[in-house]
């Protein structure tokens, strides 16, 4: 999966921890390059209760790895912004999102 800012993509594996961050950006899984880690227009989805973007997204549901609060993805509720993904971005999502889920 590429930086879904910059789409850099993320070279041969390191040992130990990747210094790529890997966030959550309009209730989708996204991973965010060393570089645009130091920009602060990230955009990230933050938590509810304690504002942190350190998020991970599984199966419909965003889970804070700060406070460990847990809610629904696709809630409805309002998104922040109304900027768009950018369009091979979010069908890639979709359809990782239909294989997970079983959908056709
Ligand atoms: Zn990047
Ligand atoms: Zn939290």
Redesign the pocket.
């Known amino acids: 999966m ?7 993509r993320q070279t041969d594996p390191v040992r130990g921890a990747s210094p790529w961050q890997r966030g959550v950006r309009n209730e989708s899984q996204v ?7 130091r920009l602060h227009d990230l955009d990230l989805d933050s938590c509810g209760t304690c504002g942190s973007t350190a998020l991970i997204c599984r199966l419909g549901e965003v889970e804070c790895r700060s406070c460990g609060a847990v809610w629904m993805a696709r809630s409805g509720a309002p998104l922040t912004g109304s900027v768009e993904p950018p369009p091979g971005l979010s069908a890639e999502v979709e359809a990782a999102l239909n294989r997970v889920l079983g959908r056709a």
Do not use: E, K
């Not at 590429?2 to 850099?8: K, L, N, T, V």
């Open positions: 590429p930086c879904y800012r910059c789409g850099a991973l965010i390059c060393p570089d645009c880690q």
